[in-house]
């Protein structure tokens, strides 16, 4: 919105044109001037003040005060805003601003915020929203890691509190749950179907990590400046600074969930089997051979060398868990199919972090 635009609506509004003017342009400079010791004051810029100067009337202009200095922009304070014809006043309390505002006499009725409403922008701040997202992600490796359900519900509610609140606070949508619940099916095709992280596994988290930032969005965040209509006497204007710092709030708070999640999934593949309480999600009654990873096979130089082994699947496979291999446990993923405790199993693929079997 340009200059003109803001100086047409002030003075459509009764407003001094110079000081709309100034509150975007900080290049203007605003003068009180009278044109006689009696005359009314008037508001100008400095160049429509040099012009009355160097006009017929010039002996009688008077410089009354600087409003505001140059290379700021104007910003009114209180009192300023009523001496300058902004304001009609500094209320002091609600029947006070009713009698300004020709309401004198109606009921006040005030609203003050629910318990879901306090609930709701407590989960929806930034720090909260990054936690829940780390939980999520926490909670979701530990259950496909571990199945118990456990695991399961924390993450549905760690995502239900988030999208919840963001609801509440007008920003969440139909088309950000389905985003991220079509991100999750890439991810099961992914997990179940095509063991590792390619193509599918990168559309499933960007899918997933869109349809959080969208949940965060205001819904005119899209909108044209002035309301979408045009630019109208009646719409709104958004500078491009607060644009990108309601961006900023979206996507800073999803990105550091997502960091934490995956420091928080670092952390437990490295200590989860000396963790108090975790522990004992990890199966250890077999005291014939501890379970090992394949970067820790014994005996082996590279873990592409237990690539064609055959064994047995020591604990159900969905899709992780365990199997023996002449003799030793080895931590496993089933090649997409769910298997039982017991099943021969084969290994396809093998590197530093994961080994991939299917049935024999």
Same mark, same amino acid.
């Given at each position: 919105?340009?200059?003109?635009?803001?100086?047409?609506?002030?003075?459509?509004?009764?407003?001094?044109?110079?000081?709309?003017?100034?509150?975007?342009?900080?290049?203007?400079?605003?003068?009180?001037?009278? @044109?006689?010791?009696?005359?009314?004051?008037?508001?100008? +810029?400095?160049?429509?003040?040099?012009?009355?100067?160097?006009?017929?009337?010039? @002996?009688?202009?008077?410089?009354?005060?600087?409003? +505001?200095?140059?290379?700021?922009?104007?910003?009114?304070?209180?009192?300023?805003?009523?001496?300058?014809?902004?304001?009609?006043?500094?209320?002091?309390?609600?029947?006070?601003?009713?009698?300004?505002?020709?309401?004198?006499?109606?009921?006040?009725?005030?609203?003050?915020?629910?318990?879901?409403?306090?609930?709701?922008?407590?989960?929806?701040?930034?720090?909260?929203v990054s936690?829940?997202?780390?939980?999520?992600?926490?909670?979701?490796?530990?259950?496909?890691?571990?199945?118990?359900? *456990?695991?399961?519900?924390?993450?549905?509610?760690?995502?239900?509190?988030?999208?919840?609140?963001?609801?509440?606070?007008g920003t969440?949508?139909?088309?950000?749950?389905?985003?991220?619940?079509?991100?999750?099916?890439?991810?099961?095709?992914?997990?179940?179907?095509?063991?590792?992280?390619?193509?599918?596994?990168?559309?499933? *988290? *960007?899918?997933?990590?869109?349809?959080?930032?969208?949940?965060?969005?205001?819904?005119?965040?899209?909108?044209?400046?002035?309301?979408?209509?045009?630019?109208?006497?009646?719409?709104?204007?958004?500078?491009?600074?607060?644009?990108?710092?309601?961006?900023?709030?979206?996507?800073?708070?999803?990105?550091?969930?997502?960091?934490?999640?995956?420091?928080?999934?670092?952390?437990?593949?490295?200590?989860?089997?000396?963790?108090?309480?975790?522990? @004992?999600?990890?199966?250890?009654?077999d005291l014939?051979?501890?379970?090992?990873?394949?970067?820790?096979?014994?005996?082996?130089?590279?873990?592409?060398?237990?690539?064609?082994?055959?064994?047995?699947?020591?604990?159900?496979?969905?899709?992780?868990?365990?199997?023996?291999?002449?003799?030793?446990?080895?931590?496993?993923?089933?090649?997409?199919?769910?298997?039982?405790?017991?099943? @021969?199993?084969?290994?396809?693929?093998?590197?530093? +972090?994961?080994?991939?079997?299917?049935?024999?």
């Open positions: 919105m340009t200059v003109s635009k803001f100086e047409s609506i002030a003075q459509k509004k009764g407003h001094s044109a110079a000081i709309a003017a100034a509150m975007v342009d900080p290049e203007l400079e605003v003068l009180a001037v009278r @044109r006689g010791s009696e005359g009314p004051v008037e508001l100008v +810029n400095r160049q429509e003040y040099e012009q009355l100067v160097a006009g017929p009337e010039g @002996r009688r202009v008077q410089l009354v005060e600087v409003v +505001n200095d140059q290379k700021k922009l104007l910003v009114l304070t209180s009192e300023q805003a009523v001496k300058w014809g902004f304001a009609k006043g500094t209320p002091a309390d609600l029947p006070q601003l009713a009698k300004l505002a020709g309401l004198e006499g109606r009921q006040i009725v005030e609203v003050k915020p629910t318990l879901s409403d306090l609930l709701a922008r407590f989960f929806s701040s930034g720090v909260v936690l829940l997202i780390g939980a999520a992600i926490l909670a979701l490796y530990m259950e496909l890691q571990h199945p118990s359900g *456990v695991a399961a519900g924390c993450f549905l509610l760690a995502l239900g509190l988030f999208f919840w609140a963001n609801y509440m606070a969440a949508n139909a088309l950000s749950i389905l985003m991220v619940l079509l991100g999750a099916v890439f991810l099961a095709v992914e997990i179940f179907f095509f063991p590792g992280f390619g193509v599918t596994g990168i559309i499933g *988290v *960007v899918l997933v990590g869109l349809g959080l930032i969208i949940a965060r969005i205001p819904p005119d965040f899209f909108s044209l400046p002035g309301g979408g209509g045009g630019g109208g006497e009646g719409g709104g204007y958004e500078s491009p600074e607060f644009r990108w710092e309601t961006l900023g709030r979206a996507v800073i708070p999803v990105l550091a969930g997502f960091g934490l999640g995956v420091l928080g999934v670092a952390v437990l593949m490295r200590f989860f089997p000396q963790l108090p309480f975790l522990n @004992r999600l990890v199966l250890t009654s014939s051979g501890a379970v090992v990873t394949a970067a820790g096979a014994a005996g082996l130089e590279r873990p592409e060398q237990l690539v064609g082994r055959v064994g047995a699947a020591h604990t159900n496979l969905r899709p992780g868990g365990s199997a023996r291999f002449d003799g030793k446990l080895l931590d496993v993923i089933s090649d997409g199919e769910w298997l039982e405790a017991g099943a @021969r199993v084969k290994i396809v693929s093998a590197d530093s +972090n994961r080994i991939i079997v299917r049935r024999a």
